[in-house]
């Protein structure tokens, strides 16, 4: 099992472009969350789903958009990136229950200048 | 209020030291606590869950007080590999956990 997937590593953007961040499992997991992690901060829930087709806001949801159509996958859209979205970005997916292991990605870091 | 506060450190440990980190939140109603480790530039990994009686897993050993809303981290017998940042984690509800900012740790040789 290669877990759970990120792509990129790594992305530079310009104020106003948009992009989507990878996210993949292979646990068969129904539930995935993408978090942010910035200086000083906790990771803070930006979306999750507890299913295919099943997509719900987190603590910090503006200015990103998300989809499940299948349970594999759970892409993180920037509409239009703000220096503000200059963050680590994790996905984490766990069993059933937020309440189970939260297995992690190993993150995107994004600068947005 | 934030949901989950933490002493952020550094604590900077002697190899062999014991080391205890507290973890305070805000949500009484939490049911699911964890602690997590996180390697600098790494995601964060489970470290161990904390149930109402307490628990060990080896040197690390969690404990839950309900009443004071609080919950600790044990680390016995501190080793290099230890040193890592540890993530205090509340569930906040049926479908979110809420982080606390970490409490970096450093064993020196």
Redesign the interface.
Known sequence: NAGVTQTPKFQVLKTGQSMTLQCAQDMNHEYMSWYRQDPGMGLRLIHYSVGAGITDQGEVPNGYNVSRSTTEDFPLRLLSAAPSQTSVYFCASSPLLVQETQYFGPGTRLLVL | R?E?EQD?GPFNVPEGATVAFNCTYSNSAS??FFW?RQDCR?????LM?VYSSGNEDGRFTAQLNRASQYISLLIRDSKLSDSATY?CVV?GG?????????TRLTVIP
């Open positions: 934030k989950v952020p049911q699911s997590y790494k995601e964060p990994k489970l869950s993530l569930n049926a479908n979110n956990l809420f982080f606390g900012t970490g």
